[in-house]
């Protein structure tokens, strides 16, 4: 019997790779879920006289996204803000994370802004207290400032479509 | 054009894989002499055509043809010429060519250097070869096409991962490939022993060899490795636990349990089933290594992108060489009858004495990894385990391993006598204990597990040196003593250079953060960093902000350092490059942090002194010259005379 135990290992080994492969490491439960979004009050690219914060977009179900104009996945996701915000299924801020090189006016202004509202985090506080971890991000808050999902990377149309989408319906967006 | 002509190609070495696979297994099956033959021939047109598939490849690479995907993934206009050929590799697609490159350059090399071993042997294992190629040409040709076209192309690349644009990269992946892949002949072999029911000791003799060279390969590959995170991570450490490392750390554990069984196979036919089984498992774990680095079941800060369906090919590819191998061996183990019965007290025990040491490092290590996976399938959560489980738990195992070098090498074979050996190694012994013992109490006071390292690399070294001055005073000249022999001591110091190493950075690494303006000094294990500004600094790919740090002792200038926080053009990323001073000493080791005001003049600036840091790579260097040195033994190359089973 002895000798059929290296096989009865690796069989067992390729049974719990299996179960792995359909299983996403980086997919770390986020502590902030469930729990209010951070509060903050950061000015406006392009208008930094106003001051935004989460408060303001209570009694609705909004996404937060947080991007910058030096990361190239921000750019490939992009064009599918685009078209999310031109469905209206919900509004999306645009955390601008980081920009030292003040780009993200003059980027928004050529090639279009998805954002209902585009807070500056210059220096990127406002990032660490969400916990993100690279750009971009998405959170999705529901109408009492509470956030319900976290998303990291470019959403794609197949993300939108499985993932944040029916989030957002069961929110009542 | 080019690109489709390496797709051709690629598809044409399939054909000639299965060929190679197919007609030499049936032919040794049936003892047909003729189609035996196609073996060699097929083998190398094989490698033929996936070095020419290569090289279109690395073709579309050096010429900037953006019109192929993963050119325009992995490269960058503005990048250096070194690395767009390196990018070649670089990407998933590419390393799973150079792959399937190195096992038909492995296979070529049996079939040219495989004269003196019978025509059914030969058949048998360039058939294996051939179906393991034909697996991953068929992975890459289905999932992972490297040849695939971008149209409209795009009018620059995204550029290489930063992290691999170092020269450590250049030749790390192409030494560990060679490791990883050449354990692919002693599966092969083990995998032809058990088909054809003929395992004795031409079969040990034959794979000995092709195991060590492989063995060496892959220590350069890890060492490499270590050597890169140190220079390029800047965090200042050399082994981190991670996945990807595990992945070559543990065929690289279960290969030197494998060398040393061989040994025993060889010279007194004993644990044959044991070397078998040691050979399946070190080629299995390589391919569980690919796995783990390809599939992405594992985070890891240097995997690549991940795909189900790549993941789904590779796990069936595992399932169908490793249980298929196990299968095999099961059927056939009875027929494996161990010969050579020896004591408790000889050197076939103290060897399988290291090679149960060796393994349990090996399940440590394989346990670590899988671990968080294990807990995420059976839904109790997500976790993941550092380093400091895998010191607990690899350290302790190590120290018996270490101890056992010494004893291993200088028992006699069959039966020794206890009493004996205390005669000849007592003052070993006694000094390497009173080096362990002293040594620290010279330098920061006495700390056990440092005691242990200083006392385990003199004891290696000590034995060394009783080996060779038994082999002298028994009339043999130093200089004629076999390569094998000499190799195995030259690896055997290396470990013990290694350790020491490794216990002497270990505890007296010094290391500070500071914030430094412009004209600011700080001083660190006697060394005093005078930090000159940051200024601006292009580079080809990237722009860099470029410390100068100016090092002095007793105000006496030394040398001046310019570590660089680069942001590369074309992914916006970030990178650390340390600046190093080495020597055989010490390190001294500055990394820029983070510009802490607007106009970049207070920087974050990390300063480390690694004390015998550099020890590592020179003890890796041994175990690799002593690797090669063991395999060109004069022993290997005479013909052997066919051996009646």
């Known amino acids: 019997m002895k000798r059929w135990i290296p096989l009865l290992v690796f069989l067992v080994l390729a049974g719990f790779l299996a179960k792995g492969l359909f299983l996403n490491p980086r997919e770390v439960p986020s502590p902030f879920i469930g729990k209010p979004a951070p509060a903050f009050s950061l000015p406006l690219v392009g208008q930094p006289d106003k001051i935004f914060g989460p408060a303001d977009m209570r009694g609705k179900v909004w996404l937060l996204n947080v991007w910058a104009p030096w990361c190239v996945s921000c750019r490939q996701e992009h064009p599918v803000l685009m078209a999310l915000a031109q469905s209206q299924s919900a509004p999306i801020v645009g955390l601008n994370w980081k920009d030292k090189d003040r780009e993200a006016e003059k980027l928004l202004a050529e090639h279009g802004s998805p954002y209902a509202a585009v807070p500056d985090d210059l220096s990127g506080k406002v990032g660490i207290d969400y916990g993100v971890t690279g750009t971009p991000e998405t959170y999705v808050i529901d109408k009492d400032g509470i956030i319900r999902m976290k998303h990291i990377g470019p959403i794609d149309p197949d993300v939108w479509k499985n993932k944040i989408e029916p989030k957002l319906k069961e929110l009542g967006a | 054009m080019i690109p489709e002509l390496g797709h051709f190609a690629l598809i044409t070495a399939l054909i000639l894989a299965l060929t190679q696979a197919i007609l030499p297994l049936w032919g ?78 492995w296979t070529t090399a049996v079939s040219l250097f495989s004269r003196h071993l019978p025509d059914d042997m030969v058949a048998r294992v360039i058939g294996i070869m051939g179906l393991i190629s034909s697996g991953f040409l068929a992975f890459l040709l289905t999932t992972s096409n490297p040849f695939l076209r971008l149209l409209p192309a795009p009018a620059d690349g995204r550029d290489m991962n930063p992290l691999l644009q170092d020269p450590g990269m250049v030749i790390h992946p192409p030494m560990l490939y060679m490791g990883y892949v050449g354990f692919s002949v002693a599966f092969a072999f083990a995998i032809a022993a058990l088909m054809s029911g003929k395992l004795d000791a031409a079969w040990a003799r034959w794979s000995r060899p092709w195991t060590t060279v492989a063995w060496a390969f892959l220590t350069a590959g890890i060492v490499l490795g270590s050597w890169w995170a140190y220079n390029e991570l800047g965090w200042g450490g050399w082994w981190f636990w991670d996945p990807t490392e595990n992945a070559s750390f543990m065929p690289w554990l279960a290969g030197t349990a494998l060398i040393h069984s061989l040994a025993v196979t060889e010279k007194r036919g004993a644990f044959k089933a044991w070397t078998v089984l040691l050979a399946l498992i070190a080629f299995s774990l390589s391919l569980l290594g690919t796995f783990l680095v390809r599939s992405g079941v594992l985070s890891s800060v240097h995997a690549f992108a991940t795909d189900p369906a790549r993941g789904s090919f590779i796990l069936g590819f595992l399932a169908v060489v490793v249980g298929g191998s196990l299968t095999l061996y099961a059927w056939r183990a009875p027929k494996m009858l161990s010969g050579g019965a020896f004591s408790w007290f000889s050197r076939e025990a103290m060897l399988l004495a290291n090679n149960v040491v060796l393994l349990a490092a090996m399940a440590s290590v394989l346990l670590g990894t899988l671990y968080p996976l294990f807990m995420d399938a059976m839904g109790l959560g997500k976790i993941s385990v550092g380093p400091p489980y895998f010191n607990a738990v690899f350290v302790p195992l190590m120290a018996p391993a270490l101890f056992l070098i010494g004893v291993g090498s200088l028992t006699r074979w069959k039966e020794a006598s206890l009493p004996d050996m205390w005669t000849r190694l007592k003052w070993a012994l006694a000094i390497s204990v009173a080096t362990g013992l002293l040594l620290p109490l010279t330098l920061k006071g006495f700390n056990p597990w440092e005691s242990l390292g200083y006392t385990l690399a003199m004891w290696i070294v000590l034995t060394v040196f009783i080996g060779l001055r038994e082999r002298t005073r028994r009339g043999a000249r130093l200089l004629s003593l076999p390569r094998a022999f000499w190799g195995m001591q030259i690896a055997h110091l290396g470990l013990a250079w290694g350790v020491a190493g490794i216990t002497l950075v270990a505890n007296h690494q010094l290391e500070r953060d500071v914030r430094m303006n412009v004209g600011d000094h700080a001083t660190l294990a006697g060394y005093t960093f005078t930090f000159q500004g940051a200024t601006e600094f292009p580079g080809p790919n990237y722009r860099a902000a470029r410390g100068t740090v100016e090092v002095s002792q007793n105000g006496k200038k030394l040398f001046t350092l ?76 005479i013909a052997v005379k066919p051996i009646k089973a």
């Open chain 2, 28 to 105: 040794a099956a049936r003892g047909h002499t003729t189609l035996m033959a196609v073996a060699r021939p097929a083998a190398q047109a094989q490698f033929l055509f996936v070095g020419m598939a290569f090289s279109c490849l690395a073709y579309a690479f050096l010429t900037n043809d953006f019109t192929v995907e993963n050119v325009a993934r992995n490269s960058f206009s503005q990048l250096p010429e070194i690395y767009r050929f390196t990018a070649t590799w670089g990407s998933h697609e590419g390393s799973m060519l150079l792959w399937a490159l190195i096992l038909g350059f």
């Open chain 2, 562 to 637: 310019y570590p660089e926080k680069r942001i590369y053009n074309a992914s916006g990323m970030p990178m650390t490059e340390a600046a190093i001073h080495p020597n055989f000493f010490r390190d001294v080791y500055v990394a820029l942090g983070e510009p802490l005001d607007s106009e970049a003049k207070t920087w974050a600036v990390r300063v480390f002194y690694k004390p015998f840091i550099n020890w590592l790579w020179i003890g890796g260097l041994f175990l690799v010259v002593g690797g090669f040195l063991a395999a060109s033994d004069r022993r290997y190359r």
